[in-house]
Nanobody, 111 residues
Framework: QVQLVESGGGLVQPGGSLKLSCIVS????????VGWYRQAPGQQRESVAN???????TSADSVKGRFTISRDNAKNTVYLQMNRLKPEDTAVYYC?????WGQGTQVTVSS
Protein backbone atom coordinates (compact mmCIF):
# COMPACT_ATOMS: atom_id res chain seq x y z
CA GLN A 1 0.00 0.00 0.00
CA VAL A 2 1.34 3.39 -0.99
CA GLN A 3 1.89 5.92 1.78
CA LEU A 4 2.85 9.57 1.46
CA VAL A 5 4.34 11.75 4.19
CA GLU A 6 4.58 15.51 3.68
CA SER A 7 6.74 17.87 5.71
CA GLY A 8 8.19 21.36 5.60
CA GLY A 9 5.16 23.53 6.22
CA GLY A 10 5.05 26.36 8.71
CA LEU A 11 4.47 30.05 9.31
CA VAL A 12 6.32 32.47 7.08
CA GLN A 13 6.11 36.18 6.37
CA PRO A 14 5.00 37.46 2.96
CA GLY A 15 7.91 37.33 0.56
CA GLY A 16 9.49 34.44 2.39
CA SER A 17 10.29 30.90 1.26
CA LEU A 18 9.52 27.35 2.29
CA LYS A 19 10.45 23.97 0.84
CA LEU A 20 7.98 21.13 1.15
CA SER A 21 8.94 17.47 0.90
CA CYS A 22 6.84 14.38 0.27
CA ILE A 23 8.29 10.92 0.76
CA VAL A 24 6.48 8.17 -1.12
CA SER A 25 6.64 4.53 -0.09
CA UNK A 26 6.74 1.89 -2.79
CA UNK A 27 9.09 0.48 -5.39
CA UNK A 28 7.83 2.15 -8.58
CA UNK A 29 8.03 5.83 -7.70
CA UNK A 30 10.20 6.66 -10.66
CA UNK A 31 7.68 5.55 -13.29
CA UNK A 32 4.70 7.63 -12.18
CA UNK A 33 3.77 11.28 -12.06
CA VAL A 34 3.40 12.99 -8.71
CA GLY A 35 1.83 16.28 -7.79
CA TRP A 36 1.24 18.93 -5.17
CA TYR A 37 -2.22 20.27 -4.37
CA ARG A 38 -3.51 22.76 -1.83
CA GLN A 39 -6.75 23.52 -0.07
CA ALA A 40 -7.49 26.81 1.62
CA PRO A 41 -10.28 27.13 4.22
CA GLY A 42 -13.66 27.08 2.53
CA GLN A 43 -12.10 26.41 -0.86
CA GLN A 44 -11.86 23.39 -3.13
CA ARG A 45 -8.61 21.50 -3.39
CA GLU A 46 -6.62 22.74 -6.37
CA SER A 47 -3.62 21.55 -8.29
CA VAL A 48 -0.41 23.48 -7.67
CA ALA A 49 2.18 21.60 -9.72
CA ASN A 50 2.77 18.20 -11.25
CA UNK A 51 5.88 16.40 -12.47
CA UNK A 52 5.88 13.33 -14.71
CA UNK A 53 8.29 10.41 -14.67
CA UNK A 54 10.28 12.09 -17.45
CA UNK A 55 10.45 15.38 -15.59
CA UNK A 56 7.81 17.33 -17.50
CA UNK A 57 6.24 19.97 -15.29
CA THR A 58 2.92 21.72 -15.24
CA SER A 59 2.12 24.49 -12.77
CA ALA A 60 -0.87 26.60 -11.85
CA ASP A 61 -0.75 30.11 -13.25
CA SER A 62 -0.96 31.52 -9.73
CA VAL A 63 2.40 29.99 -8.76
CA LYS A 64 4.39 30.14 -11.99
CA GLY A 65 7.69 31.89 -11.48
CA ARG A 66 7.46 31.46 -7.70
CA PHE A 67 7.06 27.72 -7.01
CA THR A 68 9.23 24.92 -8.39
CA ILE A 69 8.43 21.22 -8.24
CA SER A 70 11.21 18.65 -8.44
CA ARG A 71 11.74 14.98 -7.69
CA ASP A 72 14.56 12.75 -6.48
CA ASN A 73 13.79 9.23 -7.63
CA ALA A 74 16.66 7.78 -5.59
CA LYS A 75 14.95 9.08 -2.44
CA ASN A 76 11.32 8.50 -3.53
CA THR A 77 10.76 12.16 -2.76
CA VAL A 78 9.06 15.08 -4.45
CA TYR A 79 9.74 18.67 -3.42
CA LEU A 80 7.97 21.98 -3.75
CA GLN A 81 10.21 25.02 -3.42
CA MET A 82 8.01 28.02 -2.69
CA ASN A 83 9.47 31.50 -3.04
CA ARG A 84 7.96 34.98 -2.78
CA LEU A 85 5.08 33.60 -0.76
CA LYS A 86 1.86 35.57 -0.53
CA PRO A 87 -0.96 35.48 2.04
CA GLU A 88 -3.18 33.85 -0.59
CA ASP A 89 -0.80 30.87 -0.65
CA THR A 90 -2.01 29.98 2.84
CA ALA A 91 -3.46 26.47 2.67
CA VAL A 92 -2.92 22.86 3.58
CA TYR A 93 -0.60 21.40 0.96
CA TYR A 94 -1.03 17.79 -0.10
CA CYS A 95 1.04 15.40 -2.13
CA UNK A 96 -0.74 13.07 -4.55
CA UNK A 97 0.62 9.91 -6.11
CA UNK A 98 -1.34 7.14 -7.78
CA UNK A 99 -4.60 8.59 -6.44
CA UNK A 100 -3.29 8.42 -2.87
CA TRP A 101 -3.11 11.50 -0.65
CA GLY A 102 -0.78 12.38 2.15
CA GLN A 103 -1.94 13.87 5.43
CA GLY A 104 -1.07 17.39 4.34
CA THR A 105 1.18 20.08 5.74
CA GLN A 106 -0.03 23.54 6.76
CA VAL A 107 1.49 26.59 5.13
CA THR A 108 0.56 29.96 6.63
CA VAL A 109 1.77 33.21 5.10
CA SER A 110 1.20 36.10 7.44
CA SER A 111 2.96 39.09 8.94
Amino acid sequence: QVQLVESGGGLVQPGGSLKLSCIVSGSFFRIYAVGWYRQAPGQQRESVANITSSGSITSADSVKGRFTISRDNAKNTVYLQMNRLKPEDTAVYYCNYQETWGQGTQVTVSS
